[in-house]
């Protein structure tokens, strides 16, 4: 086993390379709705696995990290549709914009601690909520904003190969930075914030760039989603949106790397297919939800764990 190969980093790209080599096939066999869902599964892995950078690792428990994916999806397609600017613009500015805003908000909201933060977080994005409903003359409100796709259509094989390649693009910096001197006093941070000041680190600023990192990948999957759907609404921001994040990673695993992984996309195709239930499909997933923490509370990534270490051990 190469050097690569046997550090954590090294294990974790080789195995989301094999895995998106794998998924690459899935056009072959898969119907344009079940590419469509994939599709849409692949941009809540991103949404999850970033909003664990900041809660699992950091502890820091944000309810706004839905609000930054929308602030990246109104940015380009606000630009687009006002002003006609391409979205080789409106992309890249509404991850600007999303980073900045997490930088403020963060430098306002950081120092509180658990209920306090995410009180301040969800007032937040109820803010950005009540804005994109309101100003409907400039955000157009519930009548929708209509955004040009990437590729001309909307195509679902041509945008899951793209979200495939950001998600696996995104894992593995994401990876990077957990591994990193960074990713130490991120969990440093979690564990215990008295001690991991004691010892230098400065908190406020480690915190700080996390919460703007983590809302900027947001904005990004959010601005690639905007050109996607083609059609924004404030429903985007819905607090449900949240929830579903969070429900997510701790179904995934909180705290894990391959949690939000392996949350994000059966939970989004789950919740697909139990639309037909109409207003009985939360119900039933509140109760796939129950049996799944009863069965496991550090979820699914505390079953694949061991298999994972054995594998690496014995090969």
Do not use: C
């Not at 950078?53 to 839905?66: E, I, M, N, P």
């Not at 949240?242 to 195709?269: D, N, S, Y």
């Amino acid at each position: 086993m190469s050097a690569f190969a046997s550090t954590g980093f090294g294990r974790s790209a080789i195995t989301i390379l094999v895995a998106a080599a794998v998924l690459l096939l899935l056009p072959l066999v898969a119907s344009s709705f079940v590419l469509h869902v994939a599709t849409i599964g692949f941009y809540y892995v991103i949404l999850a696995a970033s909003w664990n950078l900041l809660a699992g690792y950091t502890g820091q428990f944000s309810l706004a990290h839905h609000a930054f994916a929308a602030v990246g999806a109104y940015t380009s397609g606000l630009l687009g549709y006002h002003w006609g600017i391409s979205f080789w613009i409106g992309i890249p500015a509404g991850v600007l914009l999303s980073a900045a805003m997490g930088f403020v908000l963060g430098r306002l909201v950081l120092k509180m601690r658990a209920i306090y933060l995410a009180i301040a977080t969800w007032a937040f994005a109820e803010t950005v909520h009540v804005y994109l409903t309101a100003d409907y003359q400039f955000t157009r409100g519930e009548l929708g904003l209509s955004v040009k796709p990437l590729f001309g259509s909307v195509d679902p094989l041509k945008y899951y190969f793209l979200f495939l390649g950001l998600t696996v693009v995104l894992l593995i910096g994401m990876r990077a930075l957990i591994d990193s001197p960074l990713g130490y006093f991120m969990r440093a941070i979690k564990d215990d914030e008295l001690r991991a000041k004691s010892l230098g680190i400065d908190t406020t600023k480690v915190k700080v760039a996390i919460f703007s990192l983590s809302s900027a990948i947001a904005g990004l999957a959010g601005g690639f989603y905007a050109h996607y759907t083609v059609l924004l609404s404030p429903q985007m921001i819905d607090f449900s949106e949240m929830a579903k994040i969070v429900i997510m990673v701790v179904i995934g695993g909180f705290g894990t790397f391959l949690g939000p992984i392996i949350g994000a996309a059966p939970v989004q195709v789950v919740m697909t297919y139990l639309q037909s239930w109409g207003e009985w499909n939360l119900a039933v997933f509140a109760l796939i939800v129950i049996v799944l923490m009863r069965f496991s509370m550090e979820g699914i990534a505390a079953v694949f764990t061991p298999l994972w270490r054995r594998m690496w051990r014995d090969g």
